[in-house]
């Protein structure tokens, strides 16, 4: 198994200030700790050059308006909201990664690799058509996909599974059958969405599939999630491709939310997108970064765990530093099973007119 990476030293001079969540040091270790693992010496990786997305690309997802106002304000500096502000020159880097998610894509598609992972900033999906928020510009995730329905795809699933929910994403494709959205995320938590009953509209009703997590969700509940929700809905779905928005605030270093899932867990996550890839669409696969703000206890080791899933690596070594697991102690809750429980049960409840899974 061969798995691409897109990755830019453009993407490291994003920044809103130098102790925003979402700055530079996201990548830069994580970069360090793949240099360190010798990941980049192997022949299961290759290095991918992204490019920058065309307009018409992007104005496939955002308003012509939108996009005017946030080339404008990026060469003089500017505000959307007050976590989400305009850096000088942000526009061009964020058509660089959203055209490093298509990148992405496009070398799984002339099977340059088997799958591929685009650790790209700024993250988008939060980005909906007519505004960016959340730390995000313009939605990657949304522009890659419909850039795959262009080349003819009619089913896609994207597992969102930042601890934030992707409302930008949910929105761009909430009447769009083609497109199964399905998103685990801690609540309460902004952006305060993604409540089970959201399920989209008009044809894509049923289509988009939410599935809120307690503070204290460790490996077990995500896996709980997986074994329930994720996998007897793809696999009715059947996708032609699978895309996972892999934000990484899930693991229980991050300073701004409240879940407990490790190393390994997201390993094990990426290792069961994986095996439903190629169990439905040949293996095609991409994994696009989103959230995660643990800069060292967690992005240098999940990212890394993610890899060595999709490269096909041996996992049984993947762990954090063993000084960070005290804070696994205090953050993990066993409650959490428990109100996870009552969760999965109003899913299955909302979506059992939609799939055939849960009747």
Not at 89 to 97: E, H, I, P, S
Not at 102 to 110: E, F, K, P, T, W
Not at 168 to 188: A, W
Request: aromatic residues 10%.
């Amino acid at each position: 198994m061969v798995t691409g990476i897109v990755f830019h030293e453009e993407y490291l001079k994003h920044e809103q200030s130098p102790t925003h969540p979402e700055r530079r040091e996201r990548l830069a270790y994580t970069m360090d700790q793949l240099r360190e693992e010798g990941i980049f010496e192997s022949e299961r990786i290759v290095l991918l050059e992204p490019f920058k997305a065309s307009l018409d690309d992007v104005l496939e997802v955002h308003t012509e308006e939108y996009v005017r106002f946030l080339e404008k304000e990026s060469k003089k500096g500017g505000i959307i909201d007050f976590d989400t502000n305009i850096p000088v020159g942000v526009f061009d880097r964020a058509l660089l990664a959203a055209g490093g998610a298509i990148r992405a894509a496009q070398a799984v598609l002339n099977k340059e690799c088997d799958n591929a992972f685009a650790m790209i900033r700024p993250p988008g999906h939060h980005a909906k058509p007519y505004i960016g928020a959340g730390f995000c510009y313009l939605n990657n995730m949304a522009i890659m996909v419909k850039w795959l329905l262009k080349q003819g795809f009619e089913r896609i699933a994207i597992l969102d599974w930042d601890a934030h929910h992707g409302d930008g994403t949910q929105e761009i494709f909430y009447n769009d059958d083609r497109v199964l959205f399905i998103s685990t995320h801690q609540m309460p938590l902004y952006p305060g969405t993604g409540y089970p009953e959201e399920c989209g509209v008009g044809r894509g009703e049923g289509y988009t599939v939410n599935i809120p997590l307690p503070p204290g969700t460790g490996d077990e509940g995500y896996m709980m999630v997986i074994d329930e929700i994720i996998e007897p809905v793809v696999n009715e779905f059947e996708p032609q491709f699978i895309a996972v928005s892999a934000g990484q605030d899930n693991h229980f270093t991050d300073p701004i939310t409240s879940l407990a899932l490790t190393a390994r867990g997201y390993a094990e996550m990426m290792q069961r997108a994986v095996e439903m890839s190629e169990k439905h669409c040949d293996g095609r696969l991409v994994a696009v970064l989103e959230g995660g703000y643990s800069v060292e206890g967690a992005l240098p080791y999940t990212n890394l765990g993610i890899i060595a899933a999709m490269a096909g690596f041996d996992l049984s070594a993947i762990r954090e530093p063993e000084n960070y697991l005290p804070e696994l102690l205090w953050r993990k809750r066993d409650s959490a099973l428990v109100k996870l429980r009552h969760n999965i049960e109003d899913v299955k409840r909302v979506h059992s007119k939609y799939w055939k899974c849960f009747k």
